[in-house]
């Protein structure tokens, strides 16, 4: 079967830097995402990786490694409005979106 | 700026009733879906749509039946409500493309919290 694993939650301090990880089983690969979602809205797009290495926008850099299936979503000078969900995505062999369950991000002062 | 707007926040059906769940873009994309989101699982795919008029079942298709009759309408319904579609329900859009090393990605609306008594 099609799985994507991520921690449940973190906590970080504000300022500080946090890696969110996340690990994939699919059925074929095209790509992987990576959304932000506050609390009561919408997902929105942060990044997304379809050859192996590190992409950077900004405080925010996803990272990818097709060969172990894995993938992390690194986040500096970390804010208080950083405080969200962050869903990892993979887009199978047949165009799909399998999510993973999101990570919960608490930032603390 | 891009945008995904669903007909309402928040719902609250009875048992049985009929419900509809509707959503529009404005970016003359292709793809439309509909998810739901519930706690400690990830979003689940219902339906698609990848041109008017045109349909297919996502993962979890039962019970719920869809509508495309224009390109920026994708509508969800729910024949016979219960309470085990009490929910979160988000629609998305996207661009329709293989092109390798382009993202496509979706685009979501605000969602509409179900809740089904």
Not at chain 1, 20 to 45: D, M, V
Not at chain 1, 70 to 89: G, I, P, R, V
Not at chain 2, 49 to 72: A, F, L, N, Q, T
Not at chain 2, 93 to 100: D, E
Request: overall charge neutral.
């Amino acid at each position: 079967g099609q799985n994507i694993d991520q921690p449940t939650e973190m906590t970080a301090t504000e300022g500080a830097i946090v890696q969110i990880n996340c690990t994939y089983q699919t059925s074929g690969f095209n790509g992987l995402f990576w959304y932000q979602q506050h609390a009561g809205e919408a997902p929105t797009f942060l990044s997304y990786n379809v050859l192996d290495g590190l992409e950077e926008k900004g405080r925010f850099s996803s990272f990818l490694s097709r060969s172990k299936g894995y993938s992390y979503l690194l986040l500096k000078e970390l804010q208080m409005k950083d405080s969200a969900s962050y869903l990892c995505a993979v887009r199978d062999s047949n165009y799909q979106l399998i999510w993973g369950a999101g990570t919960k991000l608490i930032i603390k002062p | 700026d891009v945008k995904v707007t669903q007909s309402s926040r928040y719902l609250v059906k009875r048992t049985g009733e009929k419900v509809f769940l509707e959503c529009v873009q404005d970016m003359d994309h292709e793809n439309m879906f509909w998810y739901r989101q519930d706690p400690g699982l990830g979003l689940r795919l219902i339906y698609f749509s990848y041109d008017v008029k045109m349909k297919e079942k996502g993962d979890i298709p039962e019970g719920y039946s869809v509508s495309r009759e224009k390109k920026e309408r994708f509508s969800l319904i729910l024949e016979s409500a219960s309470t085990n579609q009490t929910s979160m329900y988000l629609c998305a859009s996207s661009l329709m493309g293989v092109t390798s090393g382009t993202s496509y990605e979706q685009y979501f609306g605000p969602g509409t919290r179900l809740t089904v008594t």
